[in-house]
């Protein structure tokens, strides 16, 4: 429940105010009258008549009620009035102390009436935000001992300091996100670094190993020396396509600048089906194109989209070989552009498909077009950088690649 301080004591204390200016009139008024009796008793003293007479003739027997009936009331108010201003003073001391940051100071003694009860509610003031200062305190010292998962309780009826506390947890996600992000980016670089050194290894120690049998005249025939020098040859281009790959890859997620243009997406696919038809050809496969009438203009980086389909395409006939054909369907969704690559072999396994975009990622078989392990790291990569999305799923029946794109540039 939210914390209320109550002022209704102000009134009280003009009413104990007052109260203490009318019993201190009604007193003073009851001095005086009796001061009055006593006069007329004491005139008749012998002993004190020249004397009274005396004064009542200079000063006037009216100034000298007046100046003994204000002395009466000041002493009288004074006397009914100095627990409340005592308690007064007290409450201006607390508040003082709260305002100078002091919430430890003692405990206000406690009084049945309303000012006891202003009392009990700065005390418990006092304490809860002591309290809450004692969370907000902890929770820095959390933060500061690394601890950055460590979150501030929010209580909204503590107003600013519910904001402060919100402030510090908003601040603490960030750094844990921060701390997380770098890790990630760490670990990331760290399997880069590692999945490199495996991949360019392997057809290195390839080629230096038949190079050795060469340069050592192991082998038996001029026939043996061209099958050595082939598998040389052939590994050295599979390692130039993975440098190239890992090249283009680090270079589309380095920021490079895009060279936007007005694409046809229809026309450009079409043509690209008909680039491949030898590599369908080979397979004995052919390619189906779906598309609207209507020509499907986008705003992007021909070339790069251009590197992404052929990734896609060559994906396709390498794993889609049991059947004869590859479908290209492009649609378009509001203001998306949708091109889906789909091929009918064999599926790929449910373990491996949340992973297939990552680079060099390899499950029971390779899924990325030319065994480099970035083909479609370097299709997600494009399409991201195009505002766009790419997704995969697949089942017995049929393997779908899905890239989303806007049909607008994104500014």
Excluded at 4 to 31: G, N, P
Aim: hydrophobic content about 45%.
């Amino acid at each position: 429940m939210p914390f209320k301080l109550d002022f209704k004591w102000l009134h009280t204390v003009r009413w104990k105010f007052l109260a203490a200016a009318l019993a201190s009139a009604a007193l003073t008024a009851v001095i005086l009258w009796a001061f009055y009796l006593l006069a007329h008793i004491l005139i008749t003293v012998p002993l004190l008549t020249g004397t009274m007479a005396s004064v009542i003739n200079r000063f006037g027997s009216v100034p000298v009620l007046v100046v003994l009936g204000g002395a009466s009331f000041l002493f009288f108010y004074f006397l009914f009035s100095r627990g409340t201003i005592r308690r007064l003073e007290q409450l201006d001391d607390a508040l003082r102390d709260m305002a100078n940051g002091n919430l430890g100071a003692g405990a206000l003694p406690p009084l049945r009436d309303e000012l006891g009860q202003a009392a009990g509610s700065i005390d418990r003031l006092s304490r809860r935000l002591r309290e809450y200062l004692e969370r907000i305190t902890a929770g820095l010292q959390a933060l500061a001992s690394g601890r950055f998962e460590y979150r501030i309780e929010v209580d909204r009826s503590y107003g600013d300091l519910a904001v402060i506390a919100e402030s510090i947890n908003a601040m603490a996600e960030q750094l844990d996100r921060s701390i997380r992000d770098e890790r990630h980016a760490e670990k990331t670089k760290n399997d880069l670094i590692t999945g490199v050194s495996h991949d360019l290894r392997t057809p290195l120690t390839s080629i230096l190993g038949f190079l050795e049998v060469i340069e050592q005249d192991r082998y038996k025939d001029e026939v043996e020396l061209r099958h050595y020098v082939n598998i040389a040859y052939e590994k050295s281009r599979a390692l130039k396509k993975l440098i190239d790959d890992l090249f283009e890859y680090t270079r589309i997620g380095g920021g490079m600048p895009l060279a936007w243009t007005s694409l046809d997406l229809t026309g450009l696919l079409r043509q690209l089906a008909e680039e491949f038809v030898p590599s369908l050809e080979k397979a004995s496969m052919s390619c189906r194109l779906s598309a609207p009438e209507a020509p499907l203009v986008i705003e992007a980086d021909g070339n790069l989209l251009v590197r992404a389909f052929e990734n896609l395409m060559t994906n396709a006939i390498a794993h889609g070989s049991t059947s004869p054909y590859v479908d290209i369907d492009i649609d378009r969704q509001e203001e998306i552009a949708v091109i889906r690559v789909v091929n009918y072999g064999d599926p790929i396994p449910a373990g491996d498909l949340p992973f297939i975009f990552d680079r060099f990622y390899r499950g029971d078989r390779s899924r990325t077009s030319g065994g480099t392990g970035l083909g479609l790291a370097i299709v997600k990569s494009i399409a991201e950088v195009h505002g766009g999305r790419v997704s995969a799923r697949s089942d017995r029946s049929r393997t779908v690649f899905e890239i989303a794109l806007p049909v607008a540039r994104r500014s």
